[in-house]
Nanobody
């Protein structure tokens, strides 16, 4: 069982940066792939980024590639999402999630992740 708690959201102007953190409880965190998703009002939850358990492989949605960076510190049981050059359309609730399947490839589907945090609001003003 893994419990996830996001932090770091807030209000930022367009072009600014935020760093989200996701603290995990549980001894098995370091063996799970982790992902970040977001959900804007009236829209479905969508994939943002994922990172392999070892941290050596990452994958990004095209819309954030080059601006967002996912990383993890297994010693601290924490995964991060550094978001740069933020745009108003990035406004959403951001969720971290854990994939306990040990599937060899990073996955982007909401249903592929079995543990979720409560989310943190990110608002980008124009």
């Amino acid at each position: 069982q893994v419990q996830l708690l996001e932090s770091g959201g807030g209000l930022v102007q367009a072009g600014g940066s935020l760093r989200l953190s996701c603290a995990a409880s549980g001894r098995t965190f370091s063996s799970y792939a982790m992902g970040w998703f977001r959900q804007a009002p009236g829209k479905q939850r969508e994939f943002v980024a994922a990172i392999r358990w070892s941290g050596d492989t990452t994958y990004y949605a095209d819309s954030v590639k080059g601006r967002f960076t996912i990383s993890r510190d297994n010693a601290k049981n924490t995964v991060y999402l550094q978001m740069n050059t933020l745009k108003p359309e990035n406004t959403a609730v951001y969720y971290c999630a854990a994939d306990s399947s040990r599937f060899p490839m990073l996955r982007v589907g909401v249903g592929s992740y079995d543990y979720w945090g409560q989310g943190t609001q990110v608002t980008v003003s124009s």
